[in-house]
Structure formats: structure tokens, C-alpha cells
């Protein structure tokens, strides 16, 4: 949040992410960068001053961040003509330009697979794989910060998340999405039960997230990245699972 405000300004703050937050989380404890540490009030916490790191990943994250809000916001704009979406991505624009500057392959290669996520929804495709797929490469990019001896591993990482987020995206909006006639992978399905196909893909997707962070020779913040994979996640999906059954 802090390295947002510094290298962009206050409104580069609204595209903060929990997504990003465990990216820093993971890449900070597996390369162990030199970090800036000092406590500071913020808008949050105005009373009691917070433990504030930075470091080259956060730098690194803020970038992305800017770059993957400021294409979706312009693709909500494209597809539903939401001037909210437009207006936030004006705000924006200065310093996505700055980000895509900075990352312009990386920034390529997230317009590239959007596009491709907009293009398979637009046709109303059917193939689940396919449309999460480009989810799942767009994060595969972001979490890959250098191609070292952890480059496979770190790719496999970001796959495995993206496609779960775009599955527990999919499968929370799949009862509005069918009232609203919108797009939903889940929906498309010649099955007959789709939420248990779509429970059973997202377990799946989190053990293979799962099976490839344990790879890396984690050892700073690793419970907090535990917590989050094995509480934070599993509760999201336990949640809405908890939420179908008739009390």
C-alpha cells in the first residue's frame, strides 16, 4: 500500500489486491531481498503507527498491480460501457504508462491473454479449460520475477492460482450470472451437477498450488503463507460450499 502511495500517489491505492499481497508474501520469503522497515500511520490505521516493509518485490508488485487494474478496468468499459470503470482507468493511466514502461513485456503479455479471456467469453465458449487457462498464464507471468533455478516452479505457482481464482470467481457469481443471461464457464457445462464438477476442480487447483509452493525453501513468513493457503483459501471455498446447504 505504502509503496503504491510512494511511486504512484493515494489513488493507485484503490487497485490494492489480496492476490498481489501473498505474490510480495511468497517472493519476498523465497529470494529474501534487503528490506526498507520502519513504522508509519496510514489511512487504515490513522491512531497507531504500522510496521511498513518495502523492498524490490513490493516495487516490483505495485507495478503489476497498476498494469493488470488499469486492463480491467478498460475492459469493463469495452464490454459494458461502465463509466465508473472508465473514469477509474483515466485516474489511472499516467501511471499505468509509468508501469508498463517499467515491465513492458510483462504488460504485453497481460493485455495479450485478456484480450484472449474477453475473445473465449464473447463466444460463450465451453471449454472451462481454455478461458481459465489464460487467467492462470497471466498469473503464471506475474509470479515469475526471474528466470532462475526456481523459474519452473514459480510458473507452475502462478498457473495453478490464477485458474483458481478464475474457478472460485466463476463459481461464486454462477447463480447471478445465470439470472443476469452473463457469461459463466460453470454454466456452460452439459453436466448434471455443476457445482460439485466445480468444487472438485478448485480442490484441485489448491493441491497443485499446494504441492509446488512446498517445493521452495521457505523459511520467512512461511506460516503467514501457509495460513493463506490452507486457512484463508480453504475457508473462502468452505464458506461457499456452507452457504448452499438449507439450514
Known sequence: CKCLKEKYGNKSRITLNYDMTFLILLLSSLYEPENSIYHERCMVHPLKKQLIIQNSITEYAAALNVILSYYNLMDNWEDDHDIKSLAAAKLLQRDFKKSAAELHEKSQIIKHRLNNISKLEKENTDDIDAVSN???HIMEEMFLYKKDHWEESLRKIGFYLGKYIYFIDAYEDMKKDEENNSYNPFNNLDIENKKDYAKNLLILNLSLLSDEIEKLP????????DNIIYSG???KLDKEITNERPI
Open 233 to 235: 483459501i480453504l475457508n
Open 134 to 136: 489464460e487467467f492462470g
Open 218 to 225: 521457505l523459511i520467512q513468513d512461511k506460516g503467514i503463507i
